[in-house]
């Protein structure tokens, strides 16, 4: 499932990112995946599925 249409990055990418690298912040899993940098929609999405995959990887 797409959570950034805009930059066409789905769940899948950002669980993976968030193995990978476990980023921080938001801030940081934005320098990691392009989400967000466009119309802003997908940000609070891709927020809840970075912790949800650091709280249950
Ligand atoms: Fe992600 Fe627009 S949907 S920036």
Redesign the pocket.
């Known amino acids: 499932m797409?959570?950034?249409?805009?930059?066409a990055?789905s769940d899948k990418t950002i669980r993976e990112v968030v193995r990978r690298y476990q980023p921080k912040s938001i801030q940081h899993l934005r320098q990691l995946v392009?989400?967000?940098?466009?119309?802003?929609?997908?940000?609070h999405a891709?927020r809840r599925i970075m912790e949800e995959e650091m709280k249950h990887p």
């Open positions: 797409y959570v950034c249409l805009c930059n990055v392009p989400v967000g940098k466009q119309c802003g929609k997908c940000i891709a």
